[in-house]
């Protein structure tokens, strides 16, 4: 059974930085795609960004583009999102999520069966 476990999320001003970070067990996940996501208070959930477990190839969505970075570390299955230039619009709950193996990166949330529990990453001015 894939289990995901987030962690890092926390209270920072804006332009601050956060690192989180995504445990993943029950799973090899060759060619899996890891993706993290994010929902602000109501609002729906949005994709934030995407990486292919094999290859390291990435997605961003785009207002995170250059500010964010998504990476893999296979020694221990984790999953990690460096947030820098943080702004008070990047406060919500953060989701790891992860799709078995497929053809394209997608920032569908549909498209991945796994999550896991969420982080609050909270940006205040």
């Known amino acids: 059974q894939v289990q995901l476990v987030e962690t890092g999320g926390g209270s920072v001003h804006g332009g601050d930085s956060l690192r989180l970070s995504c445990a993943a067990s029950?799973?090899?996940?060759?060619?899996?795609?890891m993706a993290w996501f994010r929902q602000a208070p109501g609002k729906e959930r949005e994709f934030v960004a995407a990486?292919?477990?094999?290859?390291?190839?990435?997605f961003y969505e785009h207002d995170v583009l250059g500010r964010f970075t998504i990476s893999r570390d296979h020694a221990k299955n984790t999953v990690s999102l460096q947030m820098n230039s943080l702004k008070v619009e990047d406060t919500a709950v953060y989701y790891c999520?992860?799709?078995?193996?497929?053809?394209?990166?997608?920032?569908?949330?549909?498209?991945?069966?796994?999550w896991g529990q969420g982080t609050q990453v909270t940006v205040s001015s």
């Open positions: 999520a992860a799709q078995p193996p497929t053809a394209v990166l997608t920032k569908a949330s549909i498209r991945y069966p796994y």
């Open positions: 990486i292919r477990w094999n290859g390291g190839s990435t």
């Open positions: 029950g799973s090899t996940f060759d060619d899996y795609v």
